[in-house]
Structures are given as C-alpha cells and as structure tokens.
C-alpha cells in the first residue's frame, strides 16, 4: 500500500513562507488526488486542499491567497507553500492519498505528520 | 461552504459500553460523509466512508449510518485501543470540511 511522508523545517519565522514536501512511494503519483490537512494543537482537523497531477487543484478558500500546492511526478513528491505564516499557522501538517477524485472522496491513506511552528 | 457540528465534544465510556457519536451537516451532504479515528502521534485513520462503508481492516463493532444532513458513528463494544477522537468529515462540496471532533476518554 502507498506510504507517505512529510518533511521541512519545524520552525518557520513570521511572515515568512512554509515550504513542505510529501514523498511517496509505493505508488503512482500519477494515479490519485492527494491533500494536505492540518491540526492546530488543542484544535480539530482543517482541509487545506486537493491536487491532481496534472496541476488541478482545490484550495480552502480561508487559505486560498496565501497557498500554492503542487506535484513533481519525476520525484513523485507533493509540495505545499504558505505565505506569509503566522503564529495561526502552527500546527501538525499532514499529507493523504485520496480515494476518489472530487464529491465523494474520502482520505484513506496518511503519512505521520510533521510538526510546524511558526515563531521568531 | 458547509459546517459540520459533532456531538458530544467529548465523553467518558468504559470498556464494553455502546458509544454513538452524532454527525450533522448545514445542509444535505447525501451520503458523502467519512469518520476518521485520531490517536497522539499516529497517522490518521479512515474507519467509514460514504456514511456506512467499514473500510477493510476495521473491526466490525464501528458502524456508520445517516443521510441528508444526520450521520452516526456507533462503536457497539468499546474496546482499549478505541480511546481516541473522532472526526466526521462531508466531501460533497469543492470545500471539504472536518467536525470539530469528538474524544472518546476512560471512565
């Protein structure tokens, strides 16, 4: 079964930019939509956003001016870009493997997470 | 975009009690409505999809049911390792959205 993993840097400064990378193996990137979710310590779950291979991509739209997400099918690795971070922004980071493509999708496989914190 | 409100945001259940969880949309979702099982520093886990499709390799004590707006997620026997939270998520939208959660504590 596919296997997911979350990499980058555990701190990021305000206002400045959180590069992050899901490495997959196991797999075919180019198969499935894939997603990034988040959880704030002490918070629920948050939907960042969905992408294809193919560069088509479904953004939350609270995230949506300050997020770029896309695919590198020759490293078969996602990637996620938030600008502009604040300490809001602190949080578990994980990536999924989405079973479906669109209305009716569900998130059947995640990797571990990485941990996140924005402060100076 | 469509709120999803849980209920209760947590309880307190022994070992072997029935526990049910409860799920609503703001609007109808159909049956497009998945729970999620998250324990501290574990991967995230897909129990049920589509409102009552057990996910392979789940026990068959969880269970999933509802449509439209009102979704359930009953665990009928809890066991140990169930101690954990619990997120219904709706993709019927563009703009997936996750309950707030529920946490299942000992008694």
């Known amino acids: 079964q596919v296997q997911l993993l979350e990499s980058g840097p555990g701190l990021v400064k305000p206002s400045e930019t959180l590069s992050l990378t899901c490495t997959v193996s196991r797999d075919s990137i180019s198969t499935y939509y894939w997603s990034w979710i988040r959880q704030p310590p002490g918070k629920g779950l948050e939907w960042i956003g969905n992408l294809f291979y193919n560069g088509i991509t479904y953004y939350n739209p609270s995230l949506e001016s300050r997020l770029s997400m896309s695919v590198d099918t020759s490293k078969s690795q996602l990637s996620l870009r938030l600008t502009s971070v604040t300490a809001a922004d602190t949080a578990m980071y994980y990536c999924?493997?989405?079973?479906?493509?669109?209305?009716?999708?569900?998130?059947?496989?995640w990797g571990p997470g990485i941990a996140v914190t924005v402060s100076s | 975009d469509i709120q999803m409100t849980q209920s209760p945001p947590s309880l307190s259940a022994s070992v072997g009690d029935r526990v049910t969880i409860t799920c609503r949309a703001s609007q109808t979702i159909v049956k497009y409505l998945n729970w999620y099982q998250v324990k501290p520093g574990i991967a995230p886990k897909l129990l049920i999809d589509a409102a009552s499709r057990l996910q392979s390799g789940i026990p068959a004590r969880f269970s999933g049911s509802g449509s439209e707006t009102d979704f359930t997620l009953t665990i009928s026997s809890l066991q140990p390792e169930d101690f954990a939270t619990y997120y219904c998520q709706q993709s019927y939208s563009t703009f997936w959205t996750f309950g707030q959660g529920t946490k299942v504590e000992i008694k």
């Open positions: 999924s493997k989405v079973r479906g493509s669109g209305r009716g999708g569900s998130h059947d496989f």
